[in-house]
């Protein structure tokens, strides 16, 4: 269990008579950037609130670091940093003074500690200018410093890159990533923009009316390396292939063209099925993956209904 910073096991939420957050259930292991996806009022906000103490939980529990939130409380949240939307800085100090104010209150925070930081989040040059002179950018990084000071196992991110013009939000996204694979800190980032979550997370959880709806892996460039995924390929003649390959059983076939078939096969099984093709006296001019993004998957599994 030492590899899962945070459990949430069948979570509830009421208020009144209203269930807002129903049986959520999920992990995220370390060094992972997990990403929180949700229509409207889905309850991500309340389920980030419940995670940080500002609310409390009416059934099940949430565990950081193997420390209980309702019971263990102190302990739980010293494993946690977390901005919700735009952090609030005193905008007449320098970005260093509000690094030594926020350091005061945590024991054992020094110096060397908030250099460290300073250089993660790449603010060297402009640390000792006022953060009245900052971007919201460099605000977000200073704010991610401040989260950062007390070596948490967690980072909770509500909306973060809300405000940010285009650089802002690479930027943002590749150090998150950076904190992720060389600091080993556990990312939970709340976002409505489907594009970035897909570049910025290793996985991400879909939640819809209060209830955990699915767990999806993004993929990479290349795709998974194993299981069914769905290939286009194109032939010189597709009703052939149809013919050819109708009474397989191992796979499903559609015909999407004259000159292109698609297959949901496993990916050892290409070569296998490119040879029968070819033996056949079929051209093949191209095979390639068909890899749905996130928002096709999102849309899917919501029904399409708006995000926040």
Known sequence: MSDVIVQLKQVSKRIGKKKI????????PKGEVFGFLGPNGAG????????????????????????????????????????????????????????VHYARMNDGITKERIDE??????LTKRIHEKVKTYSLGMRQRL????????????LILDEPTNGLDPA?????????????????????????????????CDRVAIIQQGKLIDVRMIEDENGDATGARTYVYEVGAAEAVMSLLGSETAFQLKQVSEEAVELTLERAQIPVITKKIVEAGIDVYGIRAVTKSLEDQFLEVTGGNQIA
């Open 168 to 200: 802002g939000i690479r930027e943002l996204r590749e150090y998150l990533r950076r904190l992720a694979r060389e600091e080993g800190i556990s990312i939970l980032v709340s976002s409505h923009l489907l594009s970035e979550m897909q570049m910025m």
């Open 117 to 122: 930081v300073i250089e993660l989040v790449g």
């Open 44 to 99: 991500k906000t309340t389920t980030i609130r419940m995670m940080v103490g500002l609310m409390s939980i009416s059934e099940g529990e949430i565990l950081i670091n193997g420390h209980s939130v309702r019971n263990q409380f102190e302990q739980a949240i010293r494993e946690v940093g977390a901005i919700v939307e735009n952090p609030e800085m005193y905008k007449f100090l320098t970005g260093y003074q509000n690094l």
């Open 143 to 154: 704010g991610v410093a401040q989260a950062l000071l007390h070596r948490p196992s967690l």
């Open 21 to 28: 957050i129903d049986q959520l259930s999920f992990d995220i």
